[in-house]
T-cell receptor, first 114, second 113 residues
């Protein structure tokens, strides 16, 4: 069974600063995808960034970037120049390439201080 | 392009009743997945449909069922509701291929009393 672990229940960051969220996963598969989703108070899940396991290059989407360490099974998210609108719960998720279900971590609540 | 829509947004039911939730995917998306979100268990996968066929099912009792129509809209049904079924039910749609990401709807908040 695949498990996703987010060890930080809460993180706080000053506006304009950088915060890094941790995620580790356990799998015996070699072909899979990793995602970060954001869930603001509205509860709408929003895809932030995705990473294909076969790609060595770390994905980047504007202020969001990941550090993907396949051997260590680690997938951290870095939010740069944090903005008040970044305040939300962030979920790390995993999916095997030939499967269609997402396995989620427990989430990390990010608070942005003005 | 319109996003994933879910109806109703809020629902209150009594224990023992049944409920049907609806999900309309993004136009062109043929895969619909359902997830249950609770404070205690987090986000858990219920099932996934593609072209009216269930391709995958999570570890939920048979009281939870679903279906997909030819227009890709999906419904999930929960029979004999229990207090523990109170949750946010999220629907996600995808183009359906192996590499495609899922886009979520706003969810249906179900409260069982």
């Amino acid at each position: 069974a695949q498990t996703v672990t987010q060890s930080q229940p809460e993180m706080s960051v000053q506006e304009a600063e950088t915060v890094t969220l941790s995620c580790t996963y356990d799998t015996s598969e070699s072909d899979y995808y990793l995602f970060w989703y954001k869930q603001p108070p509205s509860r709408q899940m929003i895809l932030v960034i995705r990473q294909e396991a076969y790609k060595q290059q770390n994905a980047t989407e504007n202020r969001f970037s990941v550090n993907f360490q396949k051997a260590a099974k680690s997938f951290s998210l870095k939010i740069s120049d944090s903005q008040l609108g970044d305040a939300a719960m962030y979920f790390c998720a995993y999916r095997v390439s030939n499967d269609y279900k997402l396995s989620f971590g427990a989430g990390t609540t990010v608070t942005v201080r003005a | 392009k319109a996003g994933v829509t879910q109806t109703p947004r809020y629902l209150i039911k009594t224990r023992g009743q049944q409920v049907t939730l609806s999900c309309s995917p993004i136009s062109g998306h043929r895969s619909v997945s359902w997830y249950q979100q609770t404070p205690g268990q987090g986000l858990q996968f219920l099932f996934e449909y593609f072209s009216e066929t269930q391709r995958n099912k999570g570890n939920f009792p048979g009281r939870f069922s679903g279906r997909q129509f030819s227009n890709s809209r999906s419904e999930m049904n929960v029979s004999t509701l229990e207090l523990g079924d109170s949750a946010l039910y999220l629907c996600a749609s995808s183009l359906g291929g192996q590499s495609y990401e899922q886009y979520f709807g706003p969810g249906t908040r179900l409260t069982v009393t």
